[in-house]
């Protein structure tokens, strides 16, 4: 019975957080923290005109993922991607300089909405960008996995595929602190987007309404 009881106070302390942390946020939205922008640089990669890939890369970096994310963007760079950098803290000069090496662009922005917060504020910047009309993929990505130098192989297999959209995780991933993505890959495979076009929703989640599918009558054959 003691150990029922403090599972059941460990699981309403849990809740009880996450509902602050909504609360939080839901207030800095209202004062428009999520538009904030500490600094913005341009990277050293150059990707030249009319390149049709981008990502975005959600970045919460410490000293010892910072490595795991590089291979990340060397990966797509490999593949033509233009990289954007989204960090939602403030970073240290020698982990900016290391970043800036490997993006076309970095943004350090305020700390809100965890991974969605930095997808929303890319895909903006993107569609602000001239070459935004000619893109034909774009990738979120966040730095919470452990990516191999051989990532840019893996990519390249995915660009190979006939698919409107594809996810890649670890089998571990919900086990660790930064989760976000996953939620959006458990909402897909739950179809609460299947009738939501998703670049739309990614700029305006509450102001995306649903499509209505055309009726289709099935036939039934009785013979």
């Known amino acids: ?29 209202l004062l428009g923290r999520d538009r904030l922008i500490y600094s913005e640089r341009a990277g050293a990669l150059v990707s030249g005109p009319g390149f049709q890939r981008a990502v975005v890369m ?17 990966g797509f760079a490999a593949n033509g991607f233009f990289v954007l950098a989204v960090s939602s803290k403030r970073l240290p000069p020698w982990m900016s300089e290391r970043i800036l090496a490997h993006c076309d662009h970095l943004i350090e922005r305020y700390s809100i909405g965890r991974d969605f917060g930095s997808y929303k504020l890319g895909f903006s910047w993107l569609k602000r960008q001239d070459f935004y009309g000619g893109l034909d993929t774009l990738a979120l990505v966040n ?4 990516y191999p130098q051989s990532i840019a192989a893996a990519i390249n297999e ?36 299947t009738y ?24 039934l054959d009785l013979s």
Do not use: C
């Open 58 to 74: 959600a970045l919460h970096p410490d000293e010892s993922g910072l490595t795991f994310a590089l291979n990340a963007m060397k």
């Open 1 to 29: 019975m003691t150990n029922l009881l403090r599972t059941f106070a460990k699981r309403q302390v849990y809740r009880a957080s996450i509902w602050s942390l909504y609360v939080r946020e839901a207030f800095l939205l």
């Open 196 to 219: 939501r076009d998703l670049r739309r929703w990614l700029e305006n989640p509450f102001g995306t309404p649903p499509l209505v599918p055309l009726a289709e009558q099935l036939s």
């Open 158 to 193: 995915m660009l190979q595929q006939d698919a409107p959209w594809m996810a890649l995780h670890e089998n571990y991933h919900l086990s660790q602190a930064k989760w976000s993505f996953s939620n959006l890959a458990s909402m897909l495979r739950l179809n609460l987007f």
């Open 143 to 146: 730095d919470s996995m452990y």
